[in-house]
């Protein structure tokens, strides 16, 4: 460790602009700290990594007017994830060997994060996800962290509510997207080890605007109920548009996508009726409610995602503040200090990481009745 000079000395070099070194464990303001961010800033996809980048910019804002990383201001280097995995490969490239970041937050699809998950941990760089729920990221490495639950959860727990309504034969229309393959081959896998049947399983790729074709093919078959797993809501919109065309009345489970402000504000009464499972998520909470404001205030609205996404997105930052300003800039002993997080309260609620790397969440299942998700009682 460098010697730590005497403060008179340490002035003396301030004054002169001469003071260009420092220990890590010291407050100094010498440094500008990178962190990287992989999300989707352009495609259908856009509206997430955007509002992933706004609650990071307040994030920025609040933590550098508040003397930063021990007097260090933080910057974000944006990369544009795309959403896919080709664009996460060329982000986190570029972050890790050009940039030099040693923390990034994203992906924020789950694919982004799974792409990048192997260059994050050969490096021994943290890669945060405030998104990304696929349930394969809970092995995707040491390094991999995410302080949003797994889609595990969530399919279970729809399978579950499924059956005991007494919906017994599915078909499975979901987009070929490493977040939506999982939760509806999770869905596929508890629905059938319950003596459910599915009777159709379907997927598009993410570039499909018709899907004529597949409903079709599902409202002439055995099937009762219908699971829709879209990545955004602006292609769950699409899809529910052309079951309304073809007289679709088969009862829908879908994801937290339903909830969007694209589909509740705009076309409310397409969804009516439709069973989804979202994070518990509780908005009366005194910091979630300040979170909230201020988001509201700088940028005008939430957009039409479901708001925990943008409150983990502005937690995640605050966590790598807290990690750096415990154990400094070290990757190993960053990582260490993640796994020991407990009872972390924060804008999204409180936060518990797991021996995974992976947020312990509790998901609830609601319905759209009259526009808004209400939560179904008694699900197994």
């Not at 003071?19 to 464990?25: F, Q, Y």
């Not at 192997?118 to 696929?134: K, M, R, V, W, Y």
């Not at 879908?254 to 509740?264: D, F, G, H, Q, R």
């Amino acid at each position: 460790m460098k010697k730590i000079m005497k403060l008179s000395f340490f002035m003396i070099l301030l004054i002169s602009g001469c003071a260009n070194t420092s220990s890590k464990e010291t407050s100094s303001p010498v440094h500008t700290i990178p962190i990287g961010f992989i999300g989707p800033l352009t495609g259908d996809a856009s509206s997430y990594g955007i509002a992933t980048k706004n609650a990071l910019e307040l994030a920025v804002q609040d933590i550098n007017t508040s003397g930063g990383i021990h007097g260090n201001p933080v910057k974000i280097i944006y990369e544009d994830g795309m959403c896919n995995g080709t664009g996460a490969t060329a982000a986190a490239q570029k972050l890790i060997n050009v940039d030099k970041v040693q923390y990034i937050i994203g992906g924020v699809c789950s694919g982004e994060t799974l792409t990048a998950a192997p260059l994050a941990e050969q490096s021994h760089t943290i890669l945060f996800s405030p998104s990304s729920g696929s349930p394969d990221i809970s092995t995707a490495g040491d390094f991999i962290f995410r302080n949003f639950p797994s889609d595990s959860s969530s399919a279970t727990k729809l399978a579950s509510l499924a059956l005991k309504k007494g919906y017994n034969t599915f078909a499975i229309l979901s987009e070929s997207t490493d977040y939506a393959q999982a939760f509806s081959n999770k869905f596929a896998d508890t629905f059938q080890k319950s003596m459910g049947t599915i009777s159709l399983q379907d997927s598009y790729p993410s570039t499909e605007t018709d899907w004529r074709s597949e409903l079709t093919k599902i409202k002439n078959s055995d099937a009762n109920a219908i699971l829709v797993v879209p990545q955004t809501p602006v292609k769950l919109l699409l899809i529910l548009r052309q079951m309304h065309e073809l007289g679709m009345k088969l009862p829908l489970f879908t994801s937290e996508s339903i909830a969007s402000e694209t589909i509740l504000q705009q076309n409310p009464s397409l969804a009516e009726g439709a069973y989804f499972a979202e994070p518990l998520f509780d908005d009366t909470r005194a910091q979630t409610k300040l979170f909230l404001k201020e988001y509201k205030t700088k940028y005008g609205n939430l957009g039409e995602l479901p708001p925990i996404y943008i409150a983990t997105a502005y937690d995640a930052l605050f966590i790598a503040k807290e990690a750096m300003e415990s154990v400094g800039e070290d990757t190993k002993k960053i990582k260490d200090y993640l796994y020991q997080i407990k009872n972390r309260e924060g804008a999204a609620g409180v936060l518990t990481i797991d021996q995974n790397g992976d947020a312990e969440f509790e998901y609830v299942v609601k319905q759209i009745q009259n526009g808004k998700g209400q939560t179904v009682e008694d699900v197994p």
